[in-house]
T-cell receptor, first 112, second 118 residues
Framework: SQTIHQWPATLVQPVGSPLSLECTVE??????LYWYRQAAGRGLQLLFY??????ISSEVPQNLSASRPQDRQFILSSKKLLLSDSGFYLC???????????FGQGTRLTVV | AQSVAQPEDQVNVAEGNPLTVKCTYS??????LFWYVQYPNRGLQFLLK??????LVKGSYGFEAEFNKSQTSFHLKKPSALVSDSALYFC????????????????FGKGTHLIIQP
């Protein structure tokens, strides 16, 4: 069966520090991968998605970037965090872009 | 562009009563519809989906949803609510084009807080 791992679960970082959140998927090949941000326990904002290694689509311009160095690895990064980057970050995968996505457990990022 | 509307920020139901969480959608092409549940500080859990076929689909934890094409709705239902059903619920839609094979990824609604009172 397929599983998705996302870490860390919580993170407190100072303003201006770098960020690296990692997500890996097991049990499937060539998944579509996604990074979402959720503010204040409500709606989801799609940040990035990837349909293959090295292929990244950005949905919103911001202080973040994403990379997919391996088929089942998706990384969310920032060179310098802003206070507004605080939030709950969710990684997800799907077989096709239009089919159900399966989510990791999320990372609570607090920028101080 | 596709969109999802969840008109209620919060739904309150007494334990043992039936519950309904509303969702309407807009999409070009055939709609694929999904419901997810989120508990505090956790990721989203997939509950059920409609792709094609029977308009009433059954999912996890006793939930079901009814697809209504004429009303472009996909309401989530459960015959008898449990306190443990209290959570944040998301409806989502994606669209597979009638021709050309193009597809749009998932678009989520803003979520509905479901509160089951003992």
């Amino acid at each position: 069966s397929q599983t998705i791992h996302q870490w860390p679960a919580t993170l407190v970082q100072p303003v201006g520090s770098p960020l690296s959140l990692e997500c890996t998927v097991e049990g499937t090949s060539n998944p579509n991968l996604y990074w979402y941000r959720q503010a204040a326990g409500r709606g989801l904002q799609l940040l990035f998605y990837s349909v293959g290694i090295g292929q990244i689509s950005s949905e919103v311009p911001q202080n973040l970037s994403a990379s997919r160095p391996q088929d089942r690895q998706f990384i969310l990064s920032s060179k310098k965090l802003l206070l507004s980057d605080s939030g709950f970050y969710l990684c997800a995968w799907s077989v096709f872009l239009y089919t159900e996505a399966f989510f990791g457990q999320g990372t609570r990022l607090t920028v101080v | 562009a596709q969109s999802v509307a969840q008109p209620e920020d919060q739904v309150n139901v007494a334990e043992g009563n039936p519950l309904t969480v509303k969702c309407t959608y807009s999409v070009s092409g055939n709609p694929y519809l999904f419901w997810y549940v989120q508990y505090p500080n956790r990721g989203l859990q997939f509950l059920l989906k409609y792709i094609t076929g029977d308009n009433l689909v059954k999912g996890s934890y006793g939930f079901e949803a009814e697809f209504n094409k004429s009303q472009t709705s996909f309401h989530l239902k459960k015959p008898s609510a449990l306190v443990s059903d209290s959570a944040l619920y998301f409806c989502a839609v994606s669209g597979l084009m009638y021709s050309g094979g193009g597809a749009d990824g998932l678009t989520f609604g803003k979520g509905t807080h479901l509160i089951i009172q003992p």
